[in-house]
């Protein structure tokens, strides 16, 4: 049964650390050169790179067709039928294609028009919000005849669902159709659920494979509709995949609508941010302003500084080039910030994106002609000498290396979608050659308490359930260590909740936060809990540009709080609410705050009260009462306190990592005693940020068993 169809034939063509201190910003970046013009081999199974070229029939970038010739233009299109018929046939396929063939976009739309779904849905994850969106905008635009988002089709993103009883297409973020599992194991919502991005093996696509197979099991078993089940990619280990799926059917649609040039650099370079910036002004000096640039580099500090680079060497007089419109994209930009990267740059301007990961897979920016690949991404690595420093993400330490083979694949399958384009590697090819074929799956390197704790609810425990990689044993022990301290299960090995578990689980939020909710009624701060714990969840509400930096922190100071970053965010959200509605925005642009994301939060907060009610709790609140909040962050974040130790640096009391005070917290320079804290940052150095301080002695008092078993002593 593990045959693969290869469909059509219309041949795929694709010719082809942290150190930002020593850069000067007029510097000249030195010239890359790179070699092989006319790219290279392929990589061997997925791409074809040596096949017949699909020409592009439009001269350059922007589409000057309509949005239906442009559907009728993709490689898939005239495999409709025969894809329709696979996905009859199969209860899973695996479905492998190259990027911008139109798997996203048009898969959905062919199960949909063949009536597959029948009177269910069709569920389509993506690893990324970003994608989500921006994925359910197109389909419903090519759909037409007026279809808004949330209509026919939808999107359900973490505290935003755009769905309604209309709804027939829901794309929506992994982790959002894991929450759903947990109400529904049988996900009856779905006939047909495609698990697209398959190969970037996110914690929650991992679970999910697990989940949708038992899902599909259950429905036979009691005969109930079937479930179709969808794996897609263009990069992924057909082998791998197929063998846990039960040997399914595999199939390989070929053809790419427009080809991308590769180059490599002739040598190796360590400075791969100032090869970016002499990259792109090396495109700059002779690409028609409307050829756009997106720039992948890894994380915010390092994207803002090559912004500011670019922005700065554009502007003196011997550079040549057209006006530039540069954005930047990362995780801890708004949600509008993030979306605003799809606006058509204005005439004769050249647009510049230059972006983490986000923007690796799934998504299409329109216009983008060229893209220049640093090569390097931040990966979240499981340290257990380190262990459970993010308790958002359950994410340790953040490390700086070298991509995977799929993701430069997928890096340069941003470009050549909507016309023909060029990816400038800035690694040699024998570098290439040299770096691990896949990604490791995030579930064998990232903290696994929330996801344990889901399963839990689902009725597995993570050391018995069927993933496809397992993680280390280590790593499912700490996290049902963690579990146990946190009074969601009675030891270890259950695979029961406790009641405070099964609550724990209502809330789209990590067990640490919701256990700190579930605390506060008894701490007689529940409202204040819920605005800290929704102002964790969202965007920052802080808005601190460059060069009014001090003005903002001046005109902030009147917030801040000896407690530390909670409590200031807490102050602020008090004063904005007592603000008058038609003031607000005034107040918000005096304060420099983001109106959006206040509002946001807000939003969320309302939600997770509502959540509250549903348990049973009552709201109340602590007023100027606050070491009523200071401890009841403890009940959740008792494994992040760091206590000052010497020469301005802390150590924490779980894993004794050494720690400094992030220069954005208002305690920096302050020196307290004792802090808890929700964030790490590493940079060269290992900062915390979003401090409370607390006392001592109410450690002993409110997580004893903690104290006992980890044996630990506080000066
Ligand atoms: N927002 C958009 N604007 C313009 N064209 C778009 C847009 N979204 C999709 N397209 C067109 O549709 C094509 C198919 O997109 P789709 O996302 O379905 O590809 P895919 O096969 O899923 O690619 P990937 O493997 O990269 O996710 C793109 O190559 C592009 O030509
Ligand atoms: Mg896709």
Known sequence: MD????????????????????????????????????????????????????????????????????????????????????????????????????????????????QIHENGKIGVTQPRRVAAISIATRVAAEIGQGTQVGELVGYSVRFQDETSKKTKIKFMTDGMLLREAIFDRQLMEYNVIILDEAHERTIHTDVLFGIVKKAQKLRENRDLPPLKIIIMSATMDVDHFSQYFNNCQAVYIEGRT?????????????DYEAACVATFFKIHKDAPPDHDVLIFLTG???????????????????????????????????????????????ANTRKVII???IAETSVTISGIKYVIDSGMDILQMCNFRCRTFHPTTGLETLKVQRISQEQAWQRTGRAGRDSEGHCYRLYTRSQFELMRKATIPEIQRANLCTVSLQLLSLGFHSMHFNFMDKPPKESITAASEHLVLLGAVENIASVVLTPIGKKMNKFPIDPHFSKIILSASEFGCLEEALIVVALMSAESILITPQSKREQAQQVRQKFHSAYGDLVTLLNIVREFNSVAQNNRKAWCHEHFI??????????????????????????????????????????????????????????????RNTVQIHPSSVLHGQLPHLVIFTEVVQTNKCYIRGLTTIESKWIQDIVPEYVKSKNIKIS
Do not use: W
């Open 355 to 357: 972006s983490t990961n």
């Open 594 to 655: 983001n109106m959006k994301n206040i509002l946001h939060v807000k939003e969320i907060k309302d939600q997770l009260e509502e959540i509250c009610c549903k348990c049973g709790l009552s709201i109340n609140s602590c007023g100027g009462q606050l070491d009523q909040l200071r401890k009841c962050l403890i009940t959740g974040l008792f494994t992040n306190v760091a206590e000052l130790y010497r020469d301005k640096q802390y150590i924490t009391l779980d894993k």
């Open 3 to 114: 045959t693969k169809y290869n469909i059509g034939n219309n041949n795929a063509q694709m010719n082809g650390m942290n150190n930002k201190n020593k850069f000067q910003i007029r510097d000249k970046p030195t010239p890359i050169l790179f070699g092989n013009k006319n790219g290279l081999p392929p990589s061997p199974k997925r791409m074809k790179l040596n096949g017949k070229e699909n020409k592009a029939t439009i001269p350059n970038n922007k589409p000057k067709l309509s949005i239906q010739e442009q559907r009728k233009k993709l490689p898939i299109f005239d495999k409709r039928n025969k894809l329709i018929e696979l996905v009859q046939k199969h209860k899973t396929l695996i479905i492998l294609g190259e990027t911008g063939s139109g798997k996203t976009t048009q898969i959905p739309q062919f199960i949909y028009s063949a």
């Open 258 to 270: 427009y080809p991308v040039s590769l180059h490599y650099t002739v040598k190796p370079h360590d």
């Open 300 to 346: 915010q500090e390092e994207i803002e500084t090559c912004a500011n680079r670019i922005r700065t060497l554009s502007k003196q007089p011997d550079v040549i080039g057209p006006p530039l419109k540069i954005y930047t994209l990362y995780a801890a930009q708004s949600h509008s910030q993030q979306m605003s990267i799809f606006q058509p740059s204005p």
